[in-house]
């Protein structure tokens, strides 16, 4: 028998009606610029707590996928005049294939050897950014059209509001139903325990490949977007700096749970722009938030939260 | 013919040899224990036939394949299953799914289809849950199915183990101290079921410690000292196997 809701079917239902009514409260530009902001970030976190959250390993590099699909249309589109979607789809495959070739691996590697060779990962590409000026305008970066879908071009923040909302429900949609289907709970059990699943008939390393070149295809399509979005792309995107804000983002939010990454992307993206002098020490900031979870709330907010209300309940 | 043969099987780590020159084979349909003292190579050898580990010589051959050096999931294809004496529970799942992980080869695995919940994948799944709720009940879980596993007894994860291990529909189940820190009553059960499983054709390779479990389910039996064979044969003639007796068993052959 299947209850009315499920639990995640009532989630998705919640965040589209939140999706929906926050833009009544946006009094100015920057009230959508925050909120898009957020949005991108949650795209990318929740496909980084599909293969953090949920099958425990950590990627220490996914900006630099987030980078590459952003450049990819940045200079797709502006050097070879490809097509907005044209541009995306492609970056997309080539980060999926980039990914699927590195992550066997590195996917053989456990605990701090995978973190590091996923940070060295995320700063070759860094590097690589900086030093093709030809291509990519080096450290200065270079700018972006505007994304044209079959002669409209996209522009006002409602309208990019609007897609980016789509896309980040989609996206949820997407990551609720994998978790809850068996290759989700393939997933699971890799992290739960490697050995057991393996026994159990899970052929443990695929499914750590394909959750990590799902992830980092949902980077580069968020990068993808942000870059038209902004209208400008420089390295600073695939620093290591804004990988490891991805993964405070999915920490805080909590570790399996999908919309866990989606509120964690929101308050960090959010907080900065509340406390103005915060900027000069985000990375401390994001450094006492990663440790203050670890130590005082190990499973994340969300989680932490829904443990709280069912203990209410009882 | 026999299910699993094992050939001049070895295994060393570094300087310590867990398992030496060991040869047997187990037909279908039967119970075969292996008992020895703490560090006799136990669960080492069951490591190797699962494919945890690879030999360092010999062969493992299962239906007379040479199975040697095959990763742990292609073996659960081949019909081979285990529970383990460390317990390996999926903590992050409900009971249930950790009998749905077991249920894994024979579930819609098929990425995409799950990705866009296809109604192919749900219909699937229900028939994995409920055949996985039927494992349950049959190992004795029925109480614990919508319970967190985390918040199970320690008796109860070693039966869920099996549940979980009998979900792959195995023809070779290997059991590695189902008993261990089990309370008496709990320790009949676990015998019973073990004959349970035996009467329903799956063949058990069996370890344990508690011989009264050993004595009672047992068709053959194989007694490992320092990863060699020390002897080998029925329950009868282990127990008045002298070398055994002073080897291993000493005063716990006269407890019964
Ligand atoms: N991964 C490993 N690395 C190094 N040595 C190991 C490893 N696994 C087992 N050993 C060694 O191999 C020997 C056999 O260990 P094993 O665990 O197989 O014994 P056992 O018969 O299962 O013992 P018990 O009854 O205590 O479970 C021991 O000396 C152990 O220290
Ligand atoms: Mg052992």
Redesign the interface.
């Known amino acids: 028998m299947m209850p009315l809701l499920k639990p995640r079917t009532g989630g998705l239902l919640s965040l589209m009606v939140i999706l929906v009514v926050l833009p009544l409260f946006f009094r100015n530009a920057y009230h959508y610029d925050v909120a898009i902001q957020s949005g991108l970030n949650a795209i990318v976190c929740v496909g980084l707590n599909l293969l953090i959250g949920y099958t425990g390993q950590i990627s220490l590099g996914h900006a630099g996928f987030f980078a590459l699909g952003a450049y990819a249309s940045a200079v797709l589109t502006d050097r070879y005049e490809f097509a907005a979607v044209g541009a995306m789809i492609i970056g997309a495959v080539a980060v999926g294939c980039l990914s699927y070739l590195i992550a066997r691996p590195i996917l053989k590697l456990k605990g701090h050897y995978l973190a590091m060779a996923t940070l060295g990962l995320g700063i070759i590409i860094s590097i690589i950014l900086n030093q093709e000026e030809e291509l990519t305008g080096g450290p200065d970066g270079m700018p972006v059209s505007s994304f044209s879908f079959f002669g409209w071009d996209i522009s006002g923040n409602l309208t990019w509001y609007g897609i980016v909302a789509l896309v980040l429900l989609f996206t949820v949609w ?1 990551a609720l ?2 978790v ?7 997933l ?2 890799v ?3 490697e ?10 390393q695929r499914y750590k490949v ?1 959750i990590f070149v799902f992830s980092a295809v949902l980077a580069s399509i968020a990068g993808s977007i942000f870059a038209h979005y902004s209208g400008f792309v420089s390295p600073a995107e695939g620093e290591f700096f804004r990988s490891i804000e991805f993964v405070t983002m999915v920490v805080l939010g909590g570790m ?1 749970s999908i919309f866990g990454a989606v509120v964690g992307a929101a308050i960090l993206t959010i907080l900065p722009q509340l406390l103005a002098s915060f900027h000069d020490y985000e990375m401390m900031v994001h450094g006492a938030v990663l440790m203050g979870v670890m130590i005082f709330m190990r499973r994340g907010l969300v989680p932490t939260l829904v443990h709280f209300i069912r203990g209410l309940r009882k | 013919m026999n299910l699993l043969r094992i050939e001049q099987l070895g295994k060393s780590f570094g300087g310590v040899t867990a398992v030496e020159d060991l040869s047997f084979a187990i037909g279908p349909g039967t119970v075969y224990s292996i008992i020895g003292p703490n560090g006799a190579g136990k669960t080492t050898l069951f490591n190797l036939i699962s494919g945890l580990f690879a030999p360092t010589t010999g062969s493992i051959h299962l239906d007379e394949e040479d199975i040697s050096g095959l990763p742990p999931h292609k073996l659960a294809a081949r019909g081979l299953s285990r529970s383990f004496q460390n317990l390996q529970i999926f903590f992050n799942m409900t009971a249930l799914e950790n009998v749905m992980v077991g249920h894994h080869l024979h579930s819609d695995t098929r990425f995409f289809p799950s990705l866009f919940a296809l109604p192919a994948i749900g219909r699937a799944d229900k028939r994995s849950a409920e055949f996985a709720a039927e494992m349950m009940d049959y190992v004795g879980l029925g109480n614990y199915i919508h319970t967190d596993s985390d918040a199970m007894p320690y008796g109860a994860l070693k039966r869920l183990e099996i549940a979980r291990a009998l979900a792959s529909r195995p023809r070779l189940l290997l059991l590695d101290e189902p008993a261990a820190g089990l309370n008496p009553s709990e320790t009949n059960t676990i015998a019973d079921l073990i004959q349970h499983i035996a009467q329903d054709n799956i063949t058990v390779l069996l370890v344990e410690h508690d011989m009264h479990v050993v004595w009672d389910v047992s068709d053959h039996i194989l007694v490992l000292d320092h990863g060699r064979r020390l002897a080998a044969g029925t329950a009868e003639e282990i127990r008045s196997n002298d070398a055994v007796v002073e080897a291993y068993l000493g005063r716990r052959a006269k407890d019964r």
């Open positions: 997407l139903n994998l809850d289907s068996p290759v989700g709970r393939a699971r059990a992290h739960g325990s050995l057991a699943a393996s026994t159990m008939g899970v052929d443990t394909l399996a």
